[in-house]
């Protein structure tokens, strides 16, 4: 029996050594790009052995190099990837979709739950796939809404991704994929998204009353879309909240087809995974000032045409990239405005909150990026003479 172990010590110990190897090699980020500094591996890991905010992590961790180089190797899904923040790169990766191509969960976390379902889908798809997917799912997404028949138009997508379906145009599976996808991003997104306009409009009661005033003096009694468009302020709370709080605050869904210089001077190897953070985009104090992570509707102007302007300008130098951007911008980036438009127009003319001051202030741990188990104190909003704009 001695003998035995002694005879298969020499073989553990190879295989320790070995598996210490391929720990090493895993968890060691890559020599290139050069000049770019790696964020600790084990920072990712916090959220399964800690109660963490994602904001206080992103703070202590990650911030301040990926603010002064504007790109950074960060490890996730089980392998290392380039993490970008300087809106000149993310424009960069925008422009050249051929070059840094989308690549959903079914390629970067093969067998994976999430790759298993949501699997090919128009949001991670490419060339002919994505374009199936677009001419099908795009016109639904897109069209000119009706507030009342909001359901309504959900059906349609359902029924036209069906219809393809039963005609031969996709299959089962695909069929399937892009209708969970359809409702992850197009319901929980736009709802992550309320959540947290809530919680700032609770958190500042003076943005609330002017919104409130805005609403209340309008004289809009049946909403449309065209009627919410034109709320100055409205539009400028939303711009807002989604720029401090994008939903996705994170997200690496390309990878380089071929050796490239990433603004003409960071060499990015072929097969490298890529992709942006939006929470540090957004806030980025050489685009927005010094007041970046301060909630200031006003700072997107006073006048609708200034306000749209201000948006599309950000929006098209990758300055503001809650709806990621170029030709693979979020599908659904109207229908989430309009759902919150309507949604903030009705609670704001009957309700007014505040934070319940016995709730802990923390946002998630990791993933999608809001307020945790927000909770808010309502009650009926003021008259319209009581309120002060």
């Known amino acids: 029996m001695l003998l035995t172990i002694f005879s298969l010590g020499p073989v553990l110990l190879g295989g320790l050594s070995v598996l210490a190897v391929a720990v090493y090699w895993l968890l060691s980020p890559p020599y290139h790009p050069k000049g770019i500094p790696s964020i600790p591996f084990w920072v990712v890991l916090l959220p399964f052995f800690y109660d963490v905010d994602q904001e206080e992590t992103y703070r202590k961790y990650i911030q301040r190099p990926l603010e002064k180089y504007g790109i950074v190797k960060i490890?996730?899904?089980?392998?290392?990837?380039?993490?970008?923040?300087?809106?000149?790169?993310v424009a960069e990766i925008f422009k050249n979709e051929d070059v840094y191509q989308k690549t959903g969960n079914q390629k970067k976390i093969p067998h994976s739950v999430l790759a298993e379902f949501l699997g090919d889908n128009v949001i991670s798809a490419r060339d002919a796939n994505w374009r199936l997917y677009q001419s099908i799912v795009k016109p639904a997404l897109q069209a000119k809404f009706d507030i009342e028949p909001i359901m309504a138009n959900a059906k349609d997508l359902c029924m036209l991704l069906l219809a393809a379906k039963m005609s031969g145009i996709i299959t089962a599976k695909q069929f399937r994929d892009n209708l969970n996808v359809?409702?992850?991003?197009?319901?929980?997104?736009?709802?992550?998204?309320?959540?947290?306009?809530?919680?700032?409009?609770?958190k500042h009661p003076d943005v609330q009353s002017r919104l409130r005033a805005e609403v209340q003096t309008s004289?809009?009694?049946?909403?449309?879309?065209?009627?919410?468009q034109d709320l100055c302020y409205l539009n400028s709370v939303i711009y807002e909240s989604l720029r401090l709080f994008p939903p996705i605050s994170q997200l690496i869904n390309r990878r380089a087809a071929e050796p490239t210089f990433l603004g003409g001077e960071i060499l990015i190897p072929e097969g490298t995974f890529v992709g942006y953070n939006s929470y540090s985009t957004n806030r980025d104090r050489k685009i927005w000032g010094k007041d970046a992570d301060l909630f200031q509707p006003d700072r997107w102007g006073q006048r609708n045409e200034d306000i749209l302007k201000q948006y599309r300008k950000a929006k098209a130098r990758a300055e503001f990239i809650s709806f990621h951007g170029g030709k693979r911008a979020?599908?659904?980036?109207?229908?989430?405005?309009?759902e919150m438009r309507a949604t903030l127009f009705i609670l704001v003319r009957n309700f007014q909150w505040t934070l319940d001051p016995d709730w802990l202030d923390r946002k998630t741990p990791a993933g999608p990026l809001y307020p945790r188990g927000l909770r808010l104190i309502f009650s009926s909003a003021p008259e319209q003479h009581e309120v002060a704009i």
Request: aromatic share 12%; charged share 15%; hydrophobic share 45%.
């Open 219 to 228: 004289g809009i009694v049946e909403p449309s879309p065209e009627h919410l």
């Open 182 to 202: 359809a409702f992850v991003a197009g319901q929980e997104n736009p709802q992550l998204a309320l959540i947290s306009t809530l919680y700032l409009l609770g």
């Open 75 to 89: 490890f996730f899904s089980g392998h290392w990837n380039l993490l970008v923040q300087d809106s000149k790169y």
């Open 330 to 338: 979020c599908l659904g980036e109207k229908f989430a405005i309009l």
